[in-house]
Nanobody
Framework: QVQLVESGGGLVQAGGSLRLSCAAS????????MGWFRQAPGKEREFVAS????????YYADSIKGRFTISRDNAKNTVYLQMNSLKPEDTAVYSC?????????????????WGQGTQVTVSS
C-alpha cells in the first residue's frame, strides 16, 4: 500500500507561481515512477507531467510545457510540480499518482495509487 499526500495548492493571480509537493510512504519511492494529473470542474482528469524513477525522463502535457517543471527528491520521498506563469485555465484539483514501474507514463490508467488532491485556483 502507498500513501500520497499533496500540499502547496492555493489561490494565486494569473502570472504567479506555486510549487506543489507530494509526499509518499509505504513503498520504496525511489524505484517507481510518479505523475501529476489535474481535474477541472465539469471536465475529465487530464495528464500534466510525469517522471521516471531516476528523474532522468520526464513527460509534459503540451498545455503546460515550458511553464511547469516536475522533479523528485528520492531522499525525501517527495515529488514536486513547480508551476510558473499560471493561467486561469490551470485552475483544477491537482493529484499526484504512483506507478508500480520504473518508467513513467502519460496514461492515468497506468498508475496504481492516488493522492486526494490539492486545489489550485488562478484568478484573472
Amino acid at each position: 500500500q502507498v500513501q500520497l499526500v499533496e500540499s502547496g495548492g492555493g489561490l494565486v493571480q494569473a502570472g504567479g507561481s506555486l510549487r506543489l509537493s507530494c509526499a509518499a510512504s509505504g513503498r520504496t519511492f525511489s524505484n517507481y515512477a510518479m505523475g501529476w494529473f489535474r481535474q477541472a470542474p465539469g471536465k475529465e482528469r487530464e495528464f500534466v507531467a510525469s517522471i521516471s524513477w531516476s528523474g532522468r525522463v520526464t513527460y509534459y502535457a503540451d498545455s503546460i510545457k515550458g511553464r511547469f517543471t516536475i522533479s523528485r527528491d528520492n531522499a525525501k520521498n517527495t515529488v514536486y510540480l513547480q508551476m510558473n506563469s499560471l493561467k486561469p485555465e490551470d485552475t483544477a484539483v491537482y493529484s499526484c499518482a504512483f506507478r508500480s514501474s520504473f518508467s513513467n507514463s502519460r496514461n492515468q490508467y497506468d498508475y496504481d495509487y492516488w493522492g486526494q488532491g490539492t486545489q489550485v485556483t488562478v484568478s484573472s
